[in-house]
């Protein structure tokens, strides 16, 4: 079964520092290309970041370019986003979310596995 | 690039509705569909030309034309009742791109 949990999300003063970690289960999590959407309280989706199965390629939406940095341990299973200089605006539910692949190919913008996100609350 | 929807919409139990999702990203890459219900993650139930993930129900499909995506649930269920998101791979800086997303009622 594929599972991913988040963890690492924690009440912050604005101007801190941060890292999640997504710990994955269940597939070979060396294969995926994953990333992290965010949900502000009562708002919808956001677009984080993206990273290739290598670790090669990495994607930034702009609102947190040169802020946030993604990276993985395919040894370890695991995705992490180091979130810096956070804002009131980055208050969010972080969570990681798996592409989907098939046997030739792997999909962007097509989002099959979630984890139950981790709450982020950037506040003085 | 953005992705367009209504904010809320509603369907009387056992009908059908229909759920858009405009952008001009559209034209080149199919909408995926997330159904999220409250205090949950959101869930994939539709992706490509009309791909349905294991275990969504075949009362859910998609279809494109032009620069708008839709979701269709045929013969809606109380359990439908959820905040539906689009989105698509975006040929801007950006790699991906949600639409607002829709809260559909079942009445």
């Known amino acids: 079964e594929v599972q991913l949990v988040e963890s690492g999300g924690h009440l912050v003063q604005p101007g801190g520092s941060l890292r999640l970690s997504c710990a994955a289960s269940g597939f070979t999590f060396s294969s995926y290309e994953m990333n992290w959407v965010r949900q502000a309280p009562g708002k919808g989706l956001e677009w984080v970041s993206y990273i290739r199965s290598s670790g090669g390629t990495i994607y930034y939406a702009d609102s947190v370019k040169g802020r946030f940095t993604i990276s993985r341990d395919n040894a370890k299973n695991s995705l992490y986003l180091q979130m810096n200089s956070l804002r009131a605006e980055d208050t969010a539910v972080y969570y990681c979310?798996?592409?989907?692949?098939?046997?030739?190919?792997?999909?962007?913008?097509?989002?099959?596995?979630w984890g139950q996100g981790t709450l982020v609350t950037v506040s003085s | 690039s953005e992705l367009t929807q209504d904010p809320t919409m509603s369907v009387a139990l056992g009908q059908t509705v229909r759920i858009t999702c405009q952008g001009d990203?559209?034209?080149?890459?199919?909408a995926s569909w997330y159904q999220q219900k409250p205090g949950q993650a959101p869930v994939l139930v539709i992706y490509?030309?009309?791909n349905r993930p294991s275990g969504i129900p075949d009362r859910f499909s998609g279809s494109k034309s032009g620069n708008t995506a839709s979701l269709t649930i045929t013969g809606a269920q109380a359990e439908d009742e959820a905040d539906y998101y689009c989105?698509?791979?975006?040929?801007?800086?950006?790699?991906?791109?949600f639409g607002g997303g829709t809260r559909l009622t079942v009445l």
């Open positions: 990203s559209l034209r080149t890459y199919y």
């Open positions: 979310a798996r592409e989907y692949c098939n046997s030739t190919s792997c999909y962007g913008g097509i989002f099959d596995y």
């Open positions: 490509g030309k009309n």
């Open positions: 989105d698509s791979r975006d040929r801007s800086a950006k790699y991906v791109v």
